[in-house]
């Protein structure tokens, strides 16, 4: 069984619980293909180096991270560089043989630049910007996953892609986790990130939405703001691409797994509790987490 | 055919006529594994962030980066997040399918941390430092990178070893690239940096020693100053190892390897021309360098 988990790169993200619970998954005989985020860090290293985010607005209301080439390197070094090695070294001590990769080792993600991204600007003109170091995924190197997976390694990937003309770029790494998800067939994917899932009501965090069939998630686009709209839109990927079930929530791995948080399911019918109690993770049952 | 080659990270080392040449090689059919530096980014990161730059010297005169928690960040981000990836994509642009890896990256280089580091201070007293990331290679993953090469991927490694309790390290990228090139078994490795060889007289650039047979290495140590008795330590440590030959010069690659810079070699009797023609790279002849 292989199961992608995404981890988010936000604020209030407590990674190491996350990582023991990883790690108890793999010793229990699951293959984990973990995507990481970086934006938090990304936007203090801005900071610090004195070339603070800038957001790019687009017509279509969707925000993004404006990456120019000064940005681009700046991601790179808090996602590949840090992130991705600090969540392989604390994998390793843990006993989980973890490799990191970022999206343009072996072409492991191939993307297409927004070579002309239009930019809603505060004066509600409409700006085309050309210098932007971001891109949409196109292909994955499934098979280099596996023969890592294969061989033993649980690949740890840095949502940084190389383009169709060899330069990096900035990626969103949801949609990395489920393009991923969705090359490997698994039937699980697992995002966590820093809210407990789909809100009915954004001030209320109850309001959780428990289940999603696929073919309901257009209604439910509403009420997905900022970040989770992405989430969403992954989540539709993923189950297009033949993921049985996408988890999207807060907290604990295994309790999202078991149905905690949103999860977005790809077979119509299924009750809530059907989703919760689901098959696709059988090996779950039988893992011990610690608290 | 399997050649290491280590790209230094100092000033003056121009990058793009040495990743030019790395990709015409692999194209006449050579397995490169490329093993890069980093001292000038993290340098200038670290003054940039507020963090600049210490130098620990020890009590044999040997000195090193200071390398606190805060530096082994920089370090990282510099070393596996921007010189490593950018790397990988200047050689997937020349059609090489390149893969970096840090050292944490499978346990492909483990290391012991120096937990307890002598340092001369300015007032000249010694001073235990125990809060330094750095450490010495004990094992290198040879499996893995032959597993990569095997499918027909370039590693490109940076200089990051995990630690033997889990943490991450700085590490001597010259040291890596001489354990790598020992652990795979190959004739040659070629050190890239930016002077020309070992030099007789420091002031003279044409005083450059040309062949040194390993039985002599020990009487040129004197002649080396810092970053270049690491090298020859390295050059020791590599023909101890079983390498055939090791190349240290600055300029292009293929020149280096046909008898520029200097040649440390294992083979007790070779002529400097014998070295400069020796059979370890056959295929050299055959390849057309752009200059």
């Given at each position: 069984m292989t199961l992608v988990v995404k981890i988010g790169g936000?604020?209030?993200?407590?990674?190491e619980p996350i990582v023991d619970e990883v790690a108890q998954l793999i010793a229990g005989g699951e293959q984990v293909v973990l995507v990481h985020g970086g934006s938090q860090l990304t936007n203090q290293l801005s900071e610090r180096l004195g070339h603070p985010m800038q957001v790019l607005t687009a017509p279509n209301g969707m925000t993004s991270r404006y990456t120019d080439a000064e940005t681009l390197r700046i991601y790179a070094m808090a996602v590949a560089g840090q992130i991705n090695t600090e969540l392989v070294a604390l994998l390793q001590r843990r006993g989980v043989n973890a490799l990191g990769l970022a999206g343009v080792d072996g072409r492991l993600l191939l993307a297409r630049r927004k070579t002309a991204l239009r930019a809603v600007m505060p004066d509600g003109r409409v700006r085309v910007v050309r210098d932007d170091y971001s891109g949409q995924i196109e292909?994955?190197?499934a098979p280099l996953l596996r023969l890592l997976l294969e061989a033993g390694y649980t690949p740890v990937v840095a949502p940084l892609a190389l383009g169709l003309e060899g330069e990096r770029l900035n990626v969103d790494g949801d949609r990395v986790a489920a393009a991923i998800a969705a090359a490997l067939g698994v039937e699980t994917l697992a995002i966590l990130t820093n809210?407990?899932?789909?809100?009915?009501?954004?001030?209320?965090?109850?309001?959780?939405?428990?289940v999603i069939a696929a073919q309901e998630l257009e209604e439910y686009l509403?009420?997905?703001r900022g970040r989770m709209r992405k989430k969403l839109l992954g989540a539709q990927e993923a189950l297009a691409g033949g993921v049985s079930r996408v988890c999207i929530g807060s907290g604990s791995l295994v309790a999202l797994l078991t149905g905690a948080g949103t999860v977005i399911t790809a077979?119509?019918?299924?009750?809530e509790a059907g989703a919760a109690s689901s098959?696709?993770?059988?090996?779950l049952s039988s893992v011990e987490v610690r608290r």
């Open positions: 936000g604020a209030g993200i407590d990674v292909q994955v190197n809210v407990p899932g789909l809100l009915r009501d954004l001030a209320d965090p109850t309001s959780v939405v428990r509403p009420y997905a077979s119509a019918g299924l009750s098959s696709a993770i059988p090996a």
